[in-house]
């Protein structure tokens, strides 16, 4: 174990890819070798609601990076997420199956993972994770972030087993909360996880399967994850040496905005919408940093993006911390109401989310688009373009969007 005082840049520095996994593979499988095969990155936010961005209307923040990103390719405006709360809607996105497919739909007194002890999570051994099917098709995978869909099979008190961590479902390398960003992770003056009793016990980072930090330096852990992410696209640019092009996947899985929320000093009071829109800021240039090094390395027209919500905001928080659910008319900018409902509800406040997919060589820039998708959505259309087949007898509930994406 090492201390919070342990620098974050030299933590991502020792997290060297797993050399094997013993994920299930449907017999059935398939891989097409004269599929596209592009990168895949996916942006995935917490807890934002429907109007929090200024892509969608939001007077109280600016996002130059997001805005740009949007831009270049097809933005909906019917999002739906698979369910309205964490563990559930999480599970969907890895695997493109319902939530009550998975078995992560809450023990019948909560509906996530409500502890990093918990004996329960997605199971590998039944449950095809987007990097375990693109492994299939010779892709590097790589996470960072929040998980929050388990650690170890077993109890507390017994060897701890990993059966849950994205290191079981695939995923090269890891740096990340296995857990959540829960209310007693909320950082002291020092920005770290400790004001309260439970938050060096709770709140902790994970490499590949080896606690790094604990308690959790929150304060700068958007900037710990967009480096771990910066170096596994820097690795993933020296793995194409002569002439050799090795397609990769990377999961961008922020705790913005979810609370209690933090933000590193050098951002607060930067915003028009308080903590809160400084929070979405603060993603904002991360997701300009990951960009920027996308266009750098060459990977820009040869990588399939997405960036959606896990669920809608969590309005019990209060109008200070919580997103937004405003609907704003495209053409003037007006508010035209309010989706009802948030997190943990499945009005359309808790699921309808913002939603964008980008492939700049096939997807016509400034696109909108009214259809119905899902969260779901994202596996089927990754494997899709990655030519990966899973077979008759493997059931994914998501459909992939090639007919409405594709100029």
């Given at each position: ?92 996105m ?15 007194i ?79 003056a020092d ?13 902790f980072?994970l ?19 967009t ?9 993933a ?6 002439g050799?092009?090795?397609p ?23 915003s ?16 300009g940093?990951i960009?920027?090094a ?8 040869d990588t ?30 007006n ?5 009802k409902?948030?997190?943990g ?8 989310m913002?939603?964008?997919v ?7 820039p ?6 119905m ?19 008759p ?15």
């Amino acid at each position: 174990m090492v201390s919070h005082r342990s620098g974050a840049g030299a933590l991502v520095r020792l997290l060297l890819p797993l050399l094997a996994n013993t994920a299930y593979v449907p017999p059935g499988v398939r891989v097409d070798p004269s599929a596209l095969r592009p990168n895949v990155l996916v942006f995935l936010i917490d807890d934002m609601g429907y109007g929090d961005l200024e892509a969608y209307g939001s007077p109280n923040v600016s996002t130059p990076q997001i805005n740009s990103l949007i831009d270049s390719g097809m933005k909906f405006t019917h999002w739906i997420s698979a369910a309205p709360i964490c563990t559930p809607s999480r599970a969907a996105m890895q695997t493109g199956r319902y939530p009550v497919r998975t078995g992560c739909t809450g023990d019948g007194i909560f509906r996530i993972l409500p502890t990093p002890s918990q004996p329960h999570g997605l199971d590998p051994n039944m449950h095809v994770s987007i990097a375990t099917a693109l492994k299939q098709a010779g892709y590097r995978t790589g996470m960072s972030g929040k998980w929050h869909l388990g650690i170890n099979s077993n109890g507390p008190l017994e060897k701890q087993d990993r059966a849950f961590t994205p290191t079981a479902h695939s995923y090269d390398t890891f740096l990340g909360s296995p857990f959540t960003n829960q209310k007693f992770c909320q950082m002291d003056a020092d920005g770290i996880s400790q004001k309260h009793r439970e938050g060096p016990i709770f709140c902790f980072l994970l490499g590949n399967n080896t606690v790094v930090q604990q308690p959790l330096k929150l304060v700068n852990f958007t900037d710990a994850m967009t480096r771990h992410a910066l170096e596994f696209l820097e690795n993933a640019k020296a793995a194409q040496g002569g002439g050799n092009r090795v397609p990769w996947y990377f999961l961008m899985s922020y705790f913005h905005v979810h609370t209690p929320l933090f933000t590193a000093e050098r951002n607060r009071g930067r915003s028009r919408g308080g903590a809160f829109g400084d929070n979405i800021e603060e993603m904002d240039d991360s997701v300009g940093e990951i960009m920027s090094a996308i266009r750098r390395l060459g990977f820009a027209d040869d990588t399939l993006i997405f960036l959606t919500s896990d669920n809608g905001p969590y309005q019990e928080e209060g109008w200070d911390e919580s997103g937004r659910t405003n609907v704003y008319n495209e053409e003037n900018g007006n508010l035209e109401g309010r989706l009802k409902g948030g997190k943990g509800q499945v009005y359309e406040g808790g699921i309808r989310m913002p939603g964008s997919v980008v492939w700049p060589s096939k997807i016509k820039p400034g696109s909108v688009s009214s259809s119905m998708v899902s969260t779901m959505d994202i596996m089927p259309t990754v494997l899709k373009a990655a030519g990966v087949d899973l077979g008759p007898d493997y059931v994914l509930d998501g459909k992939d969007m090639y007919f409405l994406i594709i100029a």
